[in-house]
Structure formats: structure tokens, C-alpha cells
């Protein structure tokens, strides 16, 4: 079958196992998020967390199971896999921009080398995102001349320019001084209210109870539960989720 199926997740996971010598990061990992679902990880620090966000872009390999993206299995290398992770924006605790390039370049480089954009097209969108996630007055500077939340806010627009199908946050917020988390989460939670399709690793528990559609909470490689933020912030069926939100509430 060749025509995309529209009713397939944007992705899936089914059995997904990994692990890094001995120690087994991810257990029977089935998952599947729907076109324009915000889905939140949570769990304490080693759960598995950021090996799951990595595994759906092959950034880290897998070692069974199967990852479906819109309903196609995830290609194993080359210019297949390219073009899915281009679907796929990746927003990281570093900010990953080209130090030497200014923030415009930053942004319209995969455009115009991956998609074949014309440079002023790309220029013109680029723009655009810059506008949108509030940094459009720096797009001459370098990103050394940025903030932290800044820079951040420059990677996420460089994914979107990608067009993606989904976006994947891992720990997005985690390298940020206090002041510049609120920024990099205002971006997130309007591109929410604009129907992106969003994976998001974080620590910010306001950010999930507010826009998260569902929270999938991990523990030792494994969801113990996922549900709606006020099912599980209210009521956690498991004791591992209880003893989280009990030892974050402490804090």
C-alpha cells in the first residue's frame, strides 16, 4: 500500500527494547501519538526518557520492536532515513546551532540544502519563525550573542522551517537559567495551540498540566501510566508515579 494512511499515528512505537550493555533503558515501549497530540514524558532522572525521545529519529538505534512513522516503518539508513528526520524536528537540551553562522543561516540552511528552497523563499519564512518565537531582531547575530532562551528559541524555529510533521523536545528547558524557561515555554504551548504534533521530555510540571493532551510517566525503562495531566497529577494509580509527584511537590 502505497498512499499514506491518514488515520495511522504520526508515531508509534510497538515493542521498542534498547539497551546500553547491561542495563536495559527501554522495556516493551509501545506508544502511538496522534496528528496535532501533545504527548508529555515525565519520570525521575535514568527512566529512559531521552533514549525513547531519540530512538524515534534513529539517533539511537533499537535493539527489537518496531517504529512506525505515519504508519511506515522507520527506515534503517540513508536517504531514506534523512528524509524522515526531516519530518521530525528535534529540539535538544543543547542548542545545537552553527556557531559560526549567523541566526538567519542557521535557519534557512536546511531548507534550502535538504528541501531545495530557493535562498529567498527560505530567507522570507525564516523570517517569518524568527518573528514568531520572538527573536526575529537578531537574525544578523551570531548565537554566541544570544541568551540561553534566545538560542533555544532559534533552534525551534530552525525545525519548523523544516516543515515537520512532528516535533520532539528533549528536556528543552534543562541548560536554561530560571528566567529563560518561561520564554522557551511560551513558544511550546502556543505551537501546541496551533495543532503541531508534539513529543516533549521535560521536568516542567505546569507545562504538562497545562498543555500536555496526555502524560506518559516512565519509570526504570517502562510506562507505568499514561492519561489526561489532571487524572494523573490527581489521581496516580501506580506507587512509583505517587512517590514522583510526592518528591517533586517537596521541593
Known sequence: MTTQDTTAPVIELRHVEKSFGDIHVLKDINLAVKTGEVVVVIGPSGSGKSTLCRTINRLESIDSGEILISGKPLPEEGAELAAVRAELGMVFQSFNLFAHMSILRNVTIGPT???????????REAMELLERVGVADQ????????????QQRVAIARSLAMHPKAMLFDEPTSALDPEMINEVLDVMVRLAGQGMTMIVVTHEMSFARRVADRVVFMADGQILEEGAPEEFFENPKTERAREFLDSIRGH
Open 139 to 150: 537574525a544578523e547575530k551570531v548565537p554566541a550573542q544570544l541568551s540561553g532562551g534566545q
Open 113 to 123: 540544502e535538504v528541501l531545495g528552497m530557493s535562498r529567498a523563499d527560505a530567507e
